[in-house]
């Protein structure tokens, strides 16, 4: 054997086998479920102008240490996509899709992401993003509704024990204010917090409730609770958003101190975990609404509401609970080729393929016992065996695998007779 010479980069991976059967039923079930609640797909660069994901003094640790980041031989700044939404709003606004459309715009998207994450148990470096976005409208009900989409890719991927998160920064009055409490509150404590926390302290005081560090402290455990410093309007909307959770049966839970990893939400924000998480950090889809963005990005001051979700702790979840019915597909016909018939077989393959009929045939000149053997392992509904007697007068032996009858029939009436045996065969097994 030739010696292994190059492996992956950490913290990425190959998908194929089996694993590729869960991507494809996902992928499924997402453009289906995002076709009946009305989102379209959108497709941004993976790379693009490094400003995108810079906002103003951001204070995540995606875009503070994640980031991959170059400069291309043109000497321009560009970064990978660590996140879906930020290329969707430059694209929103670039195309001005604000203009004719019916509010609110919604899209979805689906691709790799990248991020110069610790690599870990559902933590990868180049991860797959499914993300929605409902651009131009701000409603609590539609806020609802990007939660209901999620949780029924969820239920339908067979993953049954999922809870929303939920929490609600308030508008930017409130949020304003709240920001003010914690300054005054963590000022005391400074010195004794982690580096990041110093640094969210002067950039973005709500994010040090996020922080993996220090959250267990008992001086973070008593910080003041963002519901305390909501006004009567941004109350009234979360009031709104979890009675609308109510009337769709989406179970949460109310947790003070979610406020998500990215800088730019408001109001709603939240994350559904698996109801035994226990701090395992298997967040599998995690949004909330963004008031400033779009104008951030140029596009007048239209709010926006939308998640984003880990494909491969889903796949991993629904795996571990082996809700997902992903089997193989059935061969619909193996062609056995023996002795010298030229290119009958592969006339006889591309034949049935045209009309739509899954196909398979031996390469290799195997005997007929090795290409009957290939036959049971692609569990094909019918074989089609041909020699020279058959190249020679036209025919082909064909073989019902269900009942194990076979017949020699003539090339003409082959189509028609694989039909009936796989109409047959539907549901046997
Ligand atoms: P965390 O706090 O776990 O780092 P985050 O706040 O960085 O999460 P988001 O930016 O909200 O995560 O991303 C949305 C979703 O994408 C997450 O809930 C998770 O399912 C998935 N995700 C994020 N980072 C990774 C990664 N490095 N590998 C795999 N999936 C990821
Ligand atoms: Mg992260």
Redo the contacts with the bound molecule.
């Keep these: 054997m030739s010696e292994m010479k190059f492996q992956l980069p950490r ?1 990425t991976q190959d998908i194929f086998g089996e694993d590729i059967s869960y991507w494809q039923k996902m992928e499924e079930i997402i453009r289906r479920q995002c076709r009946l609640y009305g989102y379209r797909e959108i497709r941004t660069p993976i790379f693009e102008h490094t400003e995108v994901f810079l906002g103003e003094n951001d204070s ?3 875009v503070n240490k994640e980031m991959y980041t170059f400069k291309d031989k043109g000497q321009r700044d560009l970064t990978l996509r ?2 879906g939404t930020k290329g969707v709003i430059r694209s929103f606004v670039e195309h001005k899709m604000y203009g004719n459309a019916d509010m609110p715009v919604k899209l979805f998207y689906l691709g790799p ?1 990248f ?1 110069y ?1 610790r ?1 870990g148990k ?4 180049q ?1 797959y ?1 499914f ?1 929605i976005e409902a651009i131009g409208t701000k409603s609590a009900l539609l806020d609802v509704e990007t939660i209901a989409l999620g949780y029924a890719i969820t239920r339908e991927m067979g993953i049954s024990d999922v809870v929303i998160l939920i929490n609600s920064l308030g508008d930017e009055k409130s949020r304003g204010d709240y920001t003010k409490a914690l300054k005054a509150y963590f000022e005391p404590y400074l010195a004794e917090l982690c580096t990041d926390c110093k640094r969210r302290f002067e950039q973005n005081p709500l994010r040090m409730l ?1 922080c ?1 560090v220090d959250k267990d402290r008992p001086c973070f455990i008593k910080a003041p609770k963002c519901q305390d410093y909501l006004n009567e309007e941004s109350k009234e909307y979360f009031a709104t958003v979890l009675k609308g959770l109510d009337a769709l049966s989406i179970p949460y839970r109310i947790d003070e101190r979610l406020v ?3 800088d730019y939400y408001s109001n709603t924000v939240y ?1 559904a975990v698996p109801k035994d998480d226990d701090g395992q ?7 909330g609404q963004y008031d400033g963005l779009v104008e951030s990005f140029g596009g007048g001051p239209l709010a926006g509401v939308g ?8 796949i991993s979840l629904a795996r571990e609970q082996k809700a997902l019915p992903v089997e193989e597909e059935r061969l619909d016909v193996y062609v056995i080729s023996l002795g010298n018939i030229g290119t009958y077989g592969s006339r006889i393959t591309e034949m049935l393929r045209k009309n739509g009929i899954k196909t398979e045939m031996d390469y290799q000149g195997r005997s007929l016992k090795a290409q009957f053997k290939s036959t049971d392992r692609y569990r094909a509904k019918a074989v089609i065996i041909v020699g020279e007697d058959e190249y020679l007068s036209n025919t082909v032996q064909i073989k019902d695998t269900a009942d194990r009858t076979q017949e020699n029939i003539s090339f003409d009436r082959m189509l028609e007779k694989v039909k009936d045996i796989i109409c047959k065969g539907e549901g046997y097994e």
């Design positions: 913290g995540s640790d995606m660590p996140e992401m991020r994450d690599p559902g933590r990868y470096r991860f993003q993300g996020d993996k998500r990893g990215l994350e950090q298997a967040t599998v889809f995690a949004g998640f984003g979700m880990g494909m491969e702790r889903m």
